[in-house]
């Protein structure tokens, strides 16, 4: 399994798929809408999107932001999404793209990887995967439409 999947940022020519993704994820999301998204973040180089391809179909992603602490000297990688298709869950593609993702936090200096996941009950199982791959729950968020 792990020699058969393929990580790569991801590009314009990516965006239906990472479209489906976002709807996989619980956050059903046009073409349009994604392209409106993706515009900035390819360009931005605080961002990073990291493509998991497995037979030659891209089944996962993760949607990572380099930020600073205001509370704390260091910098941080915040996996802002991060989603495997639901057909092909369960196969270690998950841990792949995180171990991905970490690799890439080291690379670039970033001491911690933070990751974003809802307290919703739909959530639980990925909470579970993020327990066991070494991540601890240490705070709640809160959101506010304005």
Known sequence: MLNQVILRDAQEGDIETIAALMTDLSYPTTVAEMRTRMK???IHPDYKTILAV???????????????????NGKYLRVLAFVVKQTVRNLGIGKILIKACEDYAIEK??????????????????????????????????????
Do not use: C, W
């Open 40 to 42: 900035p973040i390819l």
């Open 54 to 72: 497995y037979n030659d179909e891209i089944v996962g992603m993760a949607g990572l932001v380099k930020g600073n602490y205001y509370e704390k």
């Open 109 to 146: 200096g970033l001491n911690t990887v933070i990751i974003n996941s809802g307290n919703r009950d739909d959530r639980k199982v990925a909470h579970v995967f993020y327990q066991k791959m070494g991540y601890v729950i240490r705070s709640s968020g809160f959101v506010k439409q304005v």
